[in-house]
């Protein structure tokens, strides 16, 4: 009687010292493979049919780890879920017993999906598939993974220089600007880039507390021009997706940090979620929330160039929704803008005693301005928000085109190719 033929598959694992559990990974995925618990994120093999999709979006590299070995030792969801750093491979003497030759390599033959029409709901809703992993063309270098667990330095030590609240509402809507300051230790970033805090002390299972990932809500040259600092919009969380009441562990540190306290610092990550750099460049932001951070940063940056009249910048459009006027960061700030430099468009959804108003209400209310920035080669779109939002501003995207008598069919793989469509959300 002949052996049993042993099957061999490549596994897809997700290295937990270096994970940030920013769940890119899991909206991402299109077929369900990502799962997490409150520790780590973990992949199904017998879900994960080796798309990549994940892979290009996670910002730290986490997500890129694969394994050779017979379906009998595939690792589990419980064995994943007990990691704190991944194993060491199985011995070769073990592996050729279960028939994976000494030397092989995992093979990857990644399945390609189709790009989602915008019509489907739930494709259209995989938001991260809507979007390039390429950066604009002129965007600059970006500088990562600076400081993390596999880098020479864990963490890098920062100051805190200020924390002011952003808005005007109850504790619902708590939410802070704050500032960290790095001294003479370097750290440059990016507008769009990211950071990880690492709040003090432990979970429920004794372990330190994983970073948690915030966008930059300041340009390259720092929240004081030349300095060596950022800026993070931070709301406070005090329930979770579902409304049951939970207090989220680094968004509460960072919300009642003092100036002088210190915070440790990870990162920077981001690779495409970059703005453009090249004069007479469009940006149309589209964001709710706290995901005016990136938005703030690309903005701030424009305007500190077009102050020294040495830079020929393009238009620069604002999609901005919150539930109330209260509950919405920067307003003032943002009422100040000169009109000839940034086209704002709020939409506020609880308004009392008026409709519900959405982002993507207020982006077919524009269409005909909005699809002419689309048309041109030289605009690039960012969104960033709650993930709810995505499905929503892709079909207002694609509506917008079409009843402009273009063809999303055609520009929308132009716009993912180009490096010229970004969400990033939560």
Known sequence: MEPMEREIVTQHLIDPEICIRCNTCEATCPVDAITHDSQNYVVDVDKCNHCMDCVAPC???????????????????ADQFGWEELPEEPPAERLAAEGVAAGSAP??????????????????QRGMRFGSTTP????????????????PEPWIVATVRGNMRVTDAGQEYDTHHVVLDFGA??????????????PPGAGDKGRPHHPRRYSIASPRNGERPGYNNVSLTIKRVLEDHHGNPVRGVASNYLCDVQVGDEVKV???????????NHPRSNIVMICTGTGS????AMTEWRRRLRKTGRYEGGKLMLFFGARTRAAL??????????????DINFAFSREKGRPKRYVQ???????????????????YIYVCGLRAMEGAVALALRDVVEEAGLAWSTLGPALMSGGRLHPETY
Request: glycine letters at 8%; charged letters at 15%.
């Open 361 to 379: 209400d207020v982006m077919r209310e524009r269409a005909g301005d909005l699809a002419a920035l689309i048309a041109d080669p030289d605009t």
């Open 329 to 342: 960061p920067y307003l003032g700030p943002l009422q100040n803008l000169p009109k000839d430099f940034i």
């Open 59 to 77: 910002p730290t590299g986490s997500i890129d780890n694969w394994r050779l070995v017979p379906r009998s030792m595939a690792y589990s969801l």
């Open 293 to 296: 951070a990136p938005m703030r």
């Open 266 to 276: 990870v990162g920077p990550f981001g690779t495409s979620f970059l703005m453009p």
């Open 185 to 198: 230790r370097p750290f440059p970033v990016l507008e769009g880039q990211s950071i990880g805090v690492i």
């Open 136 to 151: 604009p063309w002129s965007a600059a270098h970006p500088c990562t993974n600076l400081y993390g667990a596999k880098a």
């Open 107 to 124: 093979v990857i033959e990644p399945v390609a999906p189709p790009l989602p029409a915008a019509g489907n709901g739930t494709s259209a």
